[in-house]
């Protein structure tokens, strides 16, 4: 999918200035320390569009996020510094909605070639009460009726009036989680890479092609893997994974919504023991960046087992797996267990 616009105003912080402003937030430094050179600085807001711009951008890129490993990317407040420093980049990739303080620091930045990769796929509402739109049986119509909804939800979406993260009705910003949608910005990015570093567009374009191959890859794996499942039904703490329910024909029952540190409320919780009970449910997930309190308490009283979904929002010691693709390989493989997809 082309890039729809690039707009100075309304980017996504990523990757800090490197070099000249060795932020103390930095994720990822390796580009700079050998010297940006002729690099071209990438910003990145958080760990999804980091790979992006890293495996996209390759040895002519010099990425830096703006979320440290560990830090839970809704909650991330930037220095003074950071703000700064947005401004210093050449290039800055994020997703509207997920973090405010960086899309409020981005309309100021002045940077001309500012990417939001929510402007590169279409977005859809998952309510924040129950993920994956809410489909209950309905999983597979769902999965159906995605591809034929696109256009006009992107155009309700891509203005960025409906991306508020948090509230019941805003557009879902998780589209990361499935591997089409991913592709799709993947896609976007690299052309848009191509339009600003043209010296090294064929470059880009290369890599961009590895990469969405590599994603088809993903997508075949989880199709072929969640094929046959005992449940269509799982439960999160997080509910991130609403397009990745939605792309697979499964229901995913988000115990608190799209918010990963809302309180459900005691209706809520008891709602989720019915499902659970009903659809046989047999997993609460929870994930690395998060407490994990709410989904132990709500198991012990279910007598459901625990796992681990990762939303894929940060890479960190405790990740299942060292980049995207493996957290996502250990994600299908948590799903199958938990499913019982043979």
């Not at 909605?97 to 998952?126: C, F, Y």
């Not at 929870?286 to 625990?306: I, P, Y």
Request: hydrophobic share 35%.
């Amino acid at each position: 999918m082309n890039v729809r616009r690039l707009i100075p105003t309304t980017a996504v912080a990523g990757a800090v200035v490197l070099g000249l402003t060795a932020l103390s937030a930095c994720s990822t430094s390796d580009a700079a320390d050998g010297g940006n050179g002729d690099k071209l600085k990438v910003t990145a807001s958080f760990y999804p569009m980091q790979f992006l711009a890293e495996r996209i951008g390759g040895e002519h890129v010099a990425v830096t996020s703006l979320t440290k490993p560990g830090v839970e990317p809704h909650d991330l407040e930037l220095t003074p510094r950071q703000i700064g420093s947005i401004s210093e980049s050449d290039y800055v990739l994020y997703l509207k909605g997920i973090q405010p303080a960086v899309d409020d620091a981005i309309k100021q930045s002045g940077v001309q070639n500012t990417v939001d990769a929510a402007t590169l796929t279409t977005l859809e509402n998952h309510g924040s009460e129950v993920g994956g739109h809410d489909h209950g049986h309905e999983g597979e119509e769902h999965a159906d009726e995605h591809g034929h909804e696109g256009e006009e939800a992107h155009e309700e979406h891509s203005e960025g009036d409906g991306h508020n993260h948090g509230e019941e009705g805003g557009a879902d910003p998780h589209i990361w989680l499935d591997p089409v949608k991913y592709a799709e910005v993947a896609k976007g990015v690299g052309k848009s890479l191509e339009k600003a570093d043209p010296d090294h567009a064929a470059d880009y374009k290369k890599n961009t092609d590895a990469l969405v191959a590599e994603l088809g890859e993903l997508n075949t794996a989880y199709e072929t893997g969640l094929r046959n499942p005992a449940t269509k039904t799982f439960i999160t703490t997080h509910s991130a994974f609403g397009y990745l329910a939605e792309r697979y024909g499964l229901t995913q029952q988000g115990i608190a919504g799209i918010d990963p540190e809302a309180e459900p409320s005691p209706a809520r919780i008891q709602e989720i023991h019915t499902i659970a009970e009903k659809e046989k449910a047999t997993t609460v997930f929870f994930e690395t960046l998060a407490s994990d309190r709410t989904a132990k308490t709500l198991a012990k009283d279910t007598g459901l087992k625990t796992g681990v979904l990762d939303p894929l929002e940060g890479i960190t010691d405790k990740s299942q797996g060292a980049d995207y693709i493996e957290v996502m390989e250990s994600n299908l493989a948590a799903l199958q267990k938990a499913l019982g997809a043979k």
